[in-house]
């Protein structure tokens, strides 16, 4: 859409998705391993890493194989609860969850545009209907960790309301698709 809080809203869950991906696996570590000694750089820096596209499995299958107690239905749950939760906690401007769920990177987004909204005096107000589709597209497995990307697809319902309640932006009546 053409709303700006729906645009930044989107740039903040991809970039929390990113953070939240790609720290997932380096909280995940291996008996004896010390986290110190993992490489923090971005997955594009690192050498050998690859992105797992096998013709007979699926990405997931292919983590599975590696980790077999690894679950992807309990995975894309999460994902489905943890995209729920900080959609709620950006419109309900709720810094201290938001802090606790993303990455600094995506905090400091979220933090402009709830300073933002703040400042022209205005509330947004956000109806999460329901997650339609939640679908792995992308797995990079490097040195025992997964970096997952998921492709979510939801139906919200968002307006944007002024001081005085008039409707800045958005539709009170109109469900939104929204692709992240």
């Known amino acids: 859409t053409t709303d700006p809080n729906n645009q930044i809203l989107l ?6 998705y990113w953070a939240l991906l790609g720290s997932w696996g380096k909280r995940q570590s291996g008996p004896g391993e010390d986290k110190t000694k993992r490489d923090y750089a971005p997955t594009d820096q690192r050498t050998g890493s690859n992105e797992i596209t096998s013709s007979g499995d699926t990405p997931l299958e ?3 194989k590696s980790d077999p ?3 992807p239905a309990t995975f894309l749950a999460g994902a489905k609860t943890a995209y729920e939760v900080v959609l709620l906690a950006y419109e309900s401007a709720d810094i201290r969850t938001l802090k606790r769920l993303v990455g600094p ?8 545009a709830i300073a933002g909204r703040r400042d022209r ?7 999460f209907i329901g997650m339609r589709e939640a679908t792995v597209v992308s797995v990079l497995e490097e040195d025992a960790t997964a970096e997952i990307a998921v492709r979510f697809v939801s139906n919200v319902v968002s307006v944007t ?4 309640n008039a409707i800045v932006s958005g539709d009170p009546q109109q469900i939104i698709e929204v692709i992240d």
């Open 62 to 64: 292919v983590i599975r």
């Open 161 to 164: 309301r002024s001081a005085n």
């Open 69 to 71: 107690s690894f679950d």
């Open 121 to 127: 005096e205005e509330t947004l107000q956000l109806t």
């Open 11 to 16: 740039m903040a869950i991809i970039a929390f």
């Open 105 to 112: 990177e995506v905090l400091d987004i979220f933090e402009q």
